[in-house]
């Protein structure tokens, strides 16, 4: 309990932004996600995970995701265009979840070919809703190598503030680097 605020946790539910939906991710999503994100070297330049070298890997992955989609904590979205169909293009999820504190962190990754359209905006916006108003946490945070300010951005315009950076404080595919720490809290957000 949070002071008068406790987690309650939905699980990977179905949302829907103004242009996207987030959806669980299915099998079938594999090969658009290994051919739109998972395999490209600039998409995950600045995250901790390799670039796959072969859809089979995307599998996994998926499989992995989709066997813990039945745990009420597990949250893992397709980002999907309503207007063309299934495809994911993009991913977002929590990647850390502290309840003692009802904290969540946010991770995202989007293709290429969707940079600077506001999409992970839109996607990062809807979940910052639906975590202080459905799941009623108290704080949600994210970060981002100060080397992809692009990250930071996102996170502002969802009205994530600026907390700090840490020197040396992360590891991703550039080596060990310094992270740029956003969060926003029930109290700032209900406001």
């Not at 939906?21 to 995970?49: G, Q």
């Not at 504190?101 to 290429?112: F, R, S, T």
């Not at 070919?113 to 916006?125: P, S």
């Amino acid at each position: 309990m949070i002071g008068d605020r406790s987690m309650r946790n939905l699980g990977t539910k179905r949302l829907e932004a103004e242009r996207l939906i987030l959806r669980k991710f299915e099998l079938s999503d594999a090969e658009p996600m290994y051919r739109n994100w998972a395999n490209d070297p600039e998409v995950t330049k600045y995250l901790t995970w390799p670039p796959h070298d072969e859809v089979k890997i995307t599998a996994g992955v998926l499989s992995d995701w989709i066997s813990q989609y039945e745990n009420d904590t597990f949250y893992q979205w397709a980002i999907v265009f309503k207007e063309n169909g299934p495809e994911p293009i993009g991913s977002i999820s929590i990647v850390k979840m502290d309840e003692r504190i009802g904290m969540v962190h946010v991770g995202y990754c989007i293709g290429k070919k969707w940079w600077h359209k506001g999409i992970t905006t839109e996607a990062l916006a809807k979940l910052v809703e639906f975590f202080f108003e459905e799941v009623q946490v108290n704080r949600i945070e994210s970060r981002h190598d100060p080397r992809n300010p692009n990250s930071g951005k996102v996170m502002e315009k969802c009205g994530l503030q600026f907390e700090g950076t840490v020197k040396q404080g992360d590891w991703n595919n550039q080596g060990i680097c310094d992270y740029s720490m956003y969060g926003l809290i029930a109290k700032d957000y209900f406001i």
